[in-house]
């Protein structure tokens, strides 16, 4: 999770960049008025329009990297590291919206928790509520050309 968390963080950074050179271009150029305001950032520090879009941005290329790892591969960048991959318990395929129900069930990693109030199953409520299970792999099969045989 740390792993993936630092990715994360500079998946945010990097979308938040972007962002604010948008933003920063719209006023500077007339398109987004200031507002009276003689400095760009002064706008951007109390403009609710730049805070809300600005959440909303970064946290879906953050959702995105999680969504679209889990379904094309079965991991994020952390869980190959640590040769843990997600699968499928049942025959549904995975798709996008079973990712995003896994990445909305997973309440930030407090859903993990349950990993250590469930001795039988040793399932996290993400893992319950999209049904998949998460297994560690050999080091062979964690290869990206292994992934092909894996999900057949």
């Not at 200031?34 to 941005?57: C, D, N, P, R, Y």
């Not at 407090?110 to 250590?116: A, F, H, K, M």
Request: aromatic share 12%; proline share 1%.
């Amino acid at each position: 999770m740390v792993y993936d968390l630092l990715v994360a963080i500079a998946i945010g950074m990097c979308a938040a960049i972007v962002m604010t050179i948008v933003f920063t271009l719209l006023y500077e150029n007339g398109v987004l008025d200031k507002q009276g305001a003689e400095h760009v950032g002064e706008v951007l520090q109390h403009s609710l329009l730049f805070k809300t879009t600005m959440q909303i941005w970064v946290g879906g290329w953050i959702a995105g990297f999680f969504v679209w790892f889990w379904r094309n591969g079965g991991q994020t960048i952390g869980m190959r590291a640590w040769r843990i991959r997600l699968f499928s318990t049942n025959d549904k395929p995975f798709g996008y919206l079973r990712a995003l129900i896994r990445l909305v069930c997973s309440l930030g990693g407090l859903g993990t928790l349950l990993v250590l109030l469930d001795w039988k199953s040793k399932q996290s409520l993400q893992d319950r509520i999209a049904g998949t299970e998460i297994l560690v792999l050999t080091k062979d099969a964690n290869h990206h050309a292994a992934w092909k045989e894996l999900q057949e």
